[in-house]
């Protein structure tokens, strides 16, 4: 059996429009249980941004992937990575995530 062609699964272009930097050298970073991907070099309200990318489940209420939220920050390119843990605070028995952001301007 050969193994199956990479396919694109979805086009998200909205919070890279307008970017003035391309992003084919910046990485992206899954969080932990696969359900973010935190997206350098985003572009919102002039400013550098990263575009966090919440998996969807397919359905009408929440599309393939949704692209609402961003960490604004800064006015150089910018870098992100979750942690590859999820994190419990003492004494809470929900779990959380943490992603660190950074740009070139620091």
Same mark, same amino acid.
């Given at each position: #059996?050969?193994?199956? *062609? *990479? +396919?694109?699964? @979805?086009?998200?272009? &909205? ?5 003035? /930097?391309?992003?084919?050298? %910046? ?7 696969? +359900?973010?991907?935190? !997206?350098?070099? *985003? ?5 550098? !941004? ?7 489940? =397919?359905?009408? +209420? ?5 692209? /609402? +939220? ?5 006015? @150089? #390119? ?8 999820? %994190? &419990? &605070? @003492? =004494? ?7 992603? *660190?952001? =950074? =740009?070139? /301007?620091?």
């Amino acid at each position: #059996a050969s193994p199956r *062609a *990479a +396919q694109v699964e @979805a086009q998200i272009e &909205r919070p890279f429009l307008n970017s003035p /930097d391309p992003t084919f050298f %910046l990485r992206l970073s899954w969080s932990p249980e696969g +359900q973010y991907i935190a !997206a350098a070099n *985003a572009w919102h309200q002039n400013r550098y !941004a990263v575009a966090l990318l919440l998996r969807g489940s =397919g359905t009408e +209420q929440r599309p393939e992937w949704e692209s /609402d +939220q961003n960490f604004i920050i800064h006015q @150089a #390119a910018v870098a992100a990575a979750f942690n590859p843990h999820m %994190l &419990r &605070r @003492a =004494g809470s028995s929900s779990l959380t995530l943490a992603c *660190a952001v =950074g =740009g070139a /301007d620091c």
